[in-house]
């Protein structure tokens, strides 16, 4: 059964601060996806990555792609308390069909 | 559609009576995804459909869940004789294809068996 260890998995910090959430495996996923959530909502898609080693800047936000396609992470600049959520990391297993999701990080931004 | 539509968004039932769950994909998509989330847990696979076909049922927990798809549009998660361990929020997304990865998801409908 595949696995997607996400840490941390509670955050809270002070607005402009850097922080990085990391999602680990011992699987091989062949996409990385991240997703935000907010409370009552589904989740919402930030970015997709595919090749080992990847790199993706969106705004304040970069992720990455580890070279064996087994973990990634998500570095945030300067938080903003609008950057308040859950965070979440999901492997597919092919370039489509199901994900695999981790148990999301519940991140806490304080004007 | 504007995106991915569930309902009824909150449902409350009592033990041991089935539910059924609704989703609308966005338009022209042919994959579809049924996931549950619990209170504080990540996502759970449960089912997925290309066009009306379901490749992969692997995720279902039971033979009292169950999912059918028509027109290659509409979906329905049944729960049958539904237990308290049911109680989750039921999420569906829809995505272009099976080949394309990104998933987008509809608001969730919230279950609480009592």
């Known amino acids: 059964t595949q696995l997607l260890e996400q840490s941390p998995q509670f955050l809270s910090i002070q607005e402009g601060e850097n922080l990085t959430v990391y999602c680990n495996s011992s699987?091989?996923?062949?996409?990385l996806q991240w997703y935000r959530q907010e409370p009552g909502e589904g989740p919402v898609l930030l970015v997709t990555?595919?090749?080992?080693?990847e790199v993706k800047k969106l705004k304040r936000l970069t992720f990455q792609f580890g070279d064996a396609r087994k973990d990634s992470s998500l570095h945030i600049t300067a938080a903003q308390p609008g950057d308040t959520g859950l965070y979440l990391c999901?492997?597919?297993?092919?370039?489509?069909?199901?994900?695999?999701f981790g148990q999301g990080t519940e991140l806490s931004v304080k004007p | 559609g504007a995106g991915v539509s569930q309902s009824p968004s909150n449902k409350v039932t009592e033990k041991g009576k089935d539910v059924e769950l609704r989703c609308d994909p966005i338009s022209g998509h042919t994959a579809l995804y049924w996931y549950r989330q619990r209170l504080g847990q990540g996502l759970e696979f449960l089912i997925y459909?290309?066009?009306?076909?379901?490749?992969?049922k692997s995720g279902l927990p039971s033979d009292r869940f169950s999912a059918e798809r028509t027109g290659e549009s509409v979906s329905t998660l049944t729960i049958q004789r539904t237990q308290q361990e049911d109680s989750a929020v039921y999420l569906c997304a829809s995505s272009l294809n099976w080949a394309r990865g990104e998933q987008y998801f509809g608001p969730g409908t919230r279950l609480t068996v009592t």
């Open positions: 999901a492997g597919g297993e092919n370039q489509g069909g199901k994900l695999i």
């Open positions: 990555v595919v090749t080992g080693g």
């Open positions: 459909f290309q066009g009306n076909s379901a490749p992969d």
């Open positions: 699987s091989v996923f062949s996409s």
